[in-house]
């Protein structure tokens, strides 16, 4: 499976943004996309995921009310839109893809075995 995001900018503080991620190959053997971020001198950590086939999504607290995952399985992409944006949103955003069971847990990098290169998303004040 290759993943490509892209969508990101510059953008002033309470903006929106919307991050895209296609993915192509053998994307039947994921069953859920995920989106994670990293800033300088941080771990990566989760944002958001969402599983193909339901539609069933997570978020981190936060992110939660104020960034939307979303799918369009036609087109093999998934969506961030991302609204009333801070600076400490600034960061790499990443999308990921994984073959998941329902149960586990999808805020886990570990459970993702497919990345996409990243796409910078900077957030002035």
């Known amino acids: 499976v290759q993943l490509q995001a892209y969508g990101g900018g510059l953008v002033q503080a309470g903006g929106s943004l919307r991050l895209s991620c296609g993915a192509s190959g053998r994307t039947f053997s994921s069953s859920a996309m995920g989106w994670f971020r990293q800033s300088p001198g941080k771990e990566r950590e989760f944002v958001a995921a969402i599983r193909w086939s339901s539609g069933n999504t997570v978020y981190s607290k936060s992110v939660k009310a104020r960034f939307t995952i979303s799918r369009d399985n036609a087109k093999n992409t998934v969506y961030l839109q991302m609204i009333s944006l801070k600076p400490e949103d600034t960061a790499v955003y990443y999308c990921?893809?994984?073959?998941?069971?329902?149960?586990?847990?999808?805020?886990?990098?570990?459970?993702?075995?497919?990345w996409g290169q990243g796409t910078q998303v900077t957030v002035s004040s």
């Open positions: 990921a893809a994984g073959d998941i069971n329902y149960w586990s847990d999808h805020t886990s990098a570990a459970q993702y075995d497919y």
